[in-house]
């Protein structure tokens, strides 16, 4: 899938909502559009650093999986033009991720951390 005129993040709580769209619809150039240039990702042993990186992975994933059910968008914490951004997954994982107020408008992940299991109470 192509799109060049895909829509920035408004807000950093937007970043969420749009991978799973673009996941869904196996659109990796949109997937990778949501990070910044030199932005890591990291999925458990894997650590992807850059776009090209980046467009591997998510290649390599849409390729094994093309379900992408919605996950819970919570509130993101914010410091000026940078933003921590959460979002609780079905199976009760959250992803945690920095992202950074673009200078030509939107927002766009630098670090992607994509699944910490949830801390036991006790």
Same mark, same amino acid.
């Given at each position: 899938?192509?799109?060049? *005129?895909? /829509?920035?993040?408004?807000?950093?709580?937007? +970043?969420?909502? +749009?991978?799973?769209? #673009?996941?869904?619809? =196996? &659109?990796?150039?949109?997937?990778?559009?949501?990070?910044? %240039? &030199?932005?890591? +990702?990291?999925? =458990?042993?894997?650590?992807?650093?850059?776009?090209? /990186? !980046? #467009?591997? $992975?998510? %290649? &390599?994933?849409?390729?094994?999986?093309? &379900? $992408?059910?919605?996950? *819970?968008?919570?509130?993101?914490?914010?410091? =000026?033009?940078?933003?921590?951004? $959460?979002?609780?997954?079905?199976?009760?994982? @959250?992803?945690? *991720?920095?992202?950074? /107020?673009?200078? *030509?408008?939107?927002?766009?992940?630098? !670090?992607?951390? +994509?699944? @910490?299991?949830?801390?036991?109470?006790?």
């Amino acid at each position: 899938m192509s799109n060049p *005129e895909r /829509e920035p993040a408004r807000e950093p709580q937007d +970043l969420a909502g +749009l991978f799973n769209a #673009r996941a869904n619809a =196996g &659109d990796v150039e949109g997937l990778v559009a949501l990070y910044e %240039t &030199d932005a890591v +990702l990291a999925a =458990g042993a894997v650590v992807a650093r850059g776009h090209a /990186e !980046i #467009r591997t $992975f998510y %290649t &390599d994933l849409l390729s094994r999986r093309s &379900d $992408f059910p919605a996950a *819970e968008v919570l509130e993101p914490v914010r410091n =000026g033009n940078l933003a921590m951004t $959460f979002a609780r997954l079905p199976n009760g994982t @959250i992803s945690a *991720e920095v992202a950074r /107020e673009q200078p *030509e408008g939107g927002w766009r992940w630098v !670090i992607d951390q +994509l699944k @910490i299991k949830p801390l036991k109470a006790g």
